[in-house]
């Protein structure tokens, strides 16, 4: 009997590409799994009217983890015209599934290690080894939004004296994304962030806010922090704007370790720090909850390169490498982090993005080589 029940839903585009060649690698790894595929995606909103099938929720909670490929993001003006031009301006609206995924099963860290890999020819700098926490659940990624503004909310917020130049604005001509924190969402990150600093020897953690703008989010937010550190003396705590963060980490990106920050703050810096390390085909992330997580390569569908066996597939080894991890084998976690580290410093395997010639499954079997 398998160890483990594992998900794979390799989506849209060339989430389909790269999930094939990450399992090249876990079958040579030899993980104790039993592999089961789900529908998830823009193919699944055209035919049936809903991205995230109920029978794949049903998969996930049948499941001890997922491996998920990538998703299609279209804005919703698009979505129903490319349905079908018949369905224009009648409401319907394509909504990102993976989004609902982290927000039904409480997925609400989102963990980004940025590693710079010796030998890596796209790598800003060696030596970089960043990991972010992000707020997944929350913040302007709520998915709280109004166009046009109900005559309710409009009256809600005209005591706010901030609302004075709005008075007059037509409520056809106003729209309102909604930054939402708690303060339980604000601690349980910030603190998954100092117990992953402590458990793996890191110096420090640093949040990333805008609080002097932002005055009552990133005010709950930095105040939160600020007592949740208290906790954890052995770890140097720093504060940033998000803007002088962006600057920073450009300009010395070896003063920072673990980054904690809201949603919106913490998709910015991590395609940043991603980029540091050789770009989104690097950049693997984990959706990680109390009971459930579901891991990924950050990088979007590319449509344009769907079926043509040409990305680079590194993002997902390194998903399935934390996936291992935070199943508990930290043996195979590590033999696979390996792998990918030899083949890089060998350079005798690069994809199109590093330079190279390297299919897509052939950097899988490069990698699946080393093991």
Not at 77 to 96: I, M, R
Not at 262 to 287: C, H, P, R, T
Request: aromatic share 10%; charged share 25%.
């Amino acid at each position: 009997m398998a160890k483990y029940k594992i998900a794979i839903l390799p989506g849209d585009g060339v989430g389909q590409d790269v999930v094939e060649a990450a399992m090249i690698v876990l079958k040579k790894l030899k993980v104790e799994a039993e592999y089961s595929y789900g529908d998830i995606g823009w193919e699944f909103w055209c035919k049936e009217g809903n991205a995230l099938p109920d029978r794949t929720i049903k998969l996930l909670k049948e499941t001890d983890a997922c491996l998920f490929g990538a998703i299609t993001s279209k804005p919703k003006e698009d979505a129903a015209a490319e349905l079908d031009p018949a369905f224009k301006g009648k409401g319907l609206s394509y909504f990102s599934p993976i989004v609902r995924l982290r927000q039904e099963f409480d997925l609400y860290t989102n963990l980004r290690p940025c590693k710079a890999y010796p030998g890596n020819p796209l790598n800003y700098k060696d030596k970089i080894d960043l990991v972010i926490f992000r707020e997944n659940t929350e913040g302007m990624y709520a998915g709280v939004e109004f166009f046009p503004l109900p005559q309710g909310v409009k009256d809600a917020l005209s005591i706010h004296p901030k609302m004075k130049p709005f008075k007059d604005v037509p409520l056809d001509q106003i729209a309102l994304s909604t930054r939402i924190m708690t303060r339980k969402g604000c601690e349980r990150i910030v603190r998954a962030a100092f117990e992953f600093a402590r458990k793996y020897k890191r110096r420090s953690v640093t949040i990333v806010e805008k609080p002097n703008v932002l005055r009552e989010t990133g005010g709950l937010m930095l105040s939160v922090s600020r007592d949740v550190a208290k906790d954890y003396p052995d770890i140097q705590f720093k504060e940033a704007n998000i803007d002088a963060m962006c600057m920073w980490l450009v300009k010395n990106p070896y003063d920072y370790d673990v980054l904690v920050a809201e949603n919106l703050f913490g998709d910015i810096i991590s395609d940043l720090a991603a980029q540091l390390v050789g770009g989104l085909g690097f950049a693997s992330a984990g959706n990680i909850g109390d009971k459930y997580a579901v891991f990924e390569p950050t990088h979007g569908s590319a449509p344009k390169y769907a079926g043509m066996n040409k990305v680079n597939p590194i993002a997902t080894f390194l998903a399935a490498k934390l996936m291992l991890d935070w199943l508990g084998e930290t043996g195979k976690a590590a033999a696979l982090e390996g792998a990918v580290a030899e083949v890089i410093k060998d350079g005798k395997a690069r994809t199109y993005d590093m330079g190279g010639k390297t299919t897509t499954l052939e950097m899988g079997e490069a990698v699946a080589a080393k093991l």
